[in-house]
């Protein structure tokens, strides 16, 4: 049984078919997925989808490229989504400084004020850091408490990743991982113990090899989980037995069963 950790069934990529989608996840033995928001709209969308699919859960939050057009209000909205029972993280939030498509100093005050949040709540949190570990590392080091968490599509060296694993954290890899020429990357994912280590598609973007040029789906996840057992010198099955379990932990809220399947 494989999870996928993190993806947008919720994106308009997946509008033909959603359904044919879900059902081709089930048949390749991805029970569990996150439908991870983007904005409070998006948000609304993953937790709809999960109610609606068993095994499917929800993450609600402000990603960086939507900091500077979150409501006034929206950490009132976020409150309401992320006490509802499918919803098991705050996310996607952090720092996006390749695109920028927010002013920088807007995404880091929105990621802190989610922060906060999930702190208050305690949730766990998705991680979205592009072109940002420094100062992201920075920033959990001024914190006097963090948050259980996963840096989400991890895409920095072994050494950052080891240093997030210090911090506490999660790291998930996605299609990247499976690249010809990611060799930073996979020496990342051979570097973090496998108790820290989760696998996701970050659908329908970064398809995996060997279906790049194609829109990525969860079903895909397999071929992730592939790759990282290879990394690890175990054999597919512990791999997905491994991420599973390190998932199951990660999402479970303190005070609440998350109801996963068998």
């Known amino acids: 049984m494989i999870f996928d950790t993190?993806?947008?069934f919720d994106d308009e990529r997946f509008d033909e078919d959603?359904?044919?989608?879900?059902?081709?996840?089930?048949?390749?033995?991805?029970?569990?997925?996150v439908c991870v928001g983007s904005d409070l709209h998006s948000s609304r969308r993953c937790l709809a989808f999960a109610n609606a699919h068993p095994g499917a859960?929800?993450?609600?939050?402000?990603?960086?490229?939507?900091?500077?057009?979150?409501?006034?209000?929206?950490?009132t909205q976020l409150r309401q989504?992320?006490?509802?029972?499918?919803?098991?993280?705050?996310?996607?939030?952090?720092?996006?400084?390749?695109?920028?498509?927010?002013?920088r100093d807007v995404q880091k005050r929105v990621m802190a004020e989610?922060?906060?949040?999930?702190?208050?709540?305690?949730?766990?949190?998705?991680?979205?850091?592009?072109?940002?570990?420094?100062?992201?590392?920075?920033?959990?080091?001024?914190?006097?408490?963090?948050?259980?968490?996963?840096?989400?599509?991890?895409?920095?060296?072994?050494?950052?990743?080891?240093?997030?694993?210090?911090?506490?954290?999660?790291?998930?890899?996605?299609?990247?991982?499976t690249f010809k020429n990611a060799q930073n990357l996979q020496r990342a994912a051979e570097a973090v113990p496998a108790e820290r280590l989760?696998?996701?598609?970050d659908s329908p973007y970064l398809s995996p090899v060997p279906m790049r040029g194609k829109r990525?789906?969860?079903?895909?996840?397999?071929?992730?989980?592939?790759?990282?057992a290879e990394l690890k010198g175990l054999s597919e099955e512990e791999m997905a037995r491994i991420t599973c379990q390190n998932a199951f932990e990660i999402y479970t809220k303190a005070g609440r069963n998350v109801k996963f399947l068998e």
């Not at 989504?81 to 002013?103: H, R, T, W």
């Open 6 to 8: 993190h993806c947008h």
């Open 18 to 33: 959603r359904e044919e989608a879900w059902q081709r996840m089930l048949d390749n033995n991805v029970k569990h997925c």
């Open 57 to 75: 859960f929800a993450a609600c939050g402000v990603h960086p490229h939507e900091a500077e057009k979150a409501e006034k209000d929206y950490l």
């Open 81 to 103: 989504m992320l006490v509802q029972e499918k919803c098991v993280a705050l996310g996607e939030i952090g720092l996006d400084y390749y695109y920028d498509f927010s002013p």
């Open 114 to 177: 989610q922060v906060d949040l999930a702190l208050e709540m305690d949730m766990p949190v998705i991680f979205h850091i592009r072109d940002a570990h420094g100062e992201m590392i920075d920033f959990f080091r001024s914190r006097k408490k963090l948050p259980r968490g996963i840096i989400h599509c991890f895409s920095g060296s072994a050494e950052t990743a080891l240093e997030y694993v210090r911090m506490g954290f999660y790291i998930s890899f996605a299609g990247p991982v």
């Open 198 to 201: 989760l696998c996701e598609t």
């Open 216 to 228: 990525n789906e969860p079903a895909h996840v397999r071929f992730v989980n592939q790759k990282l």
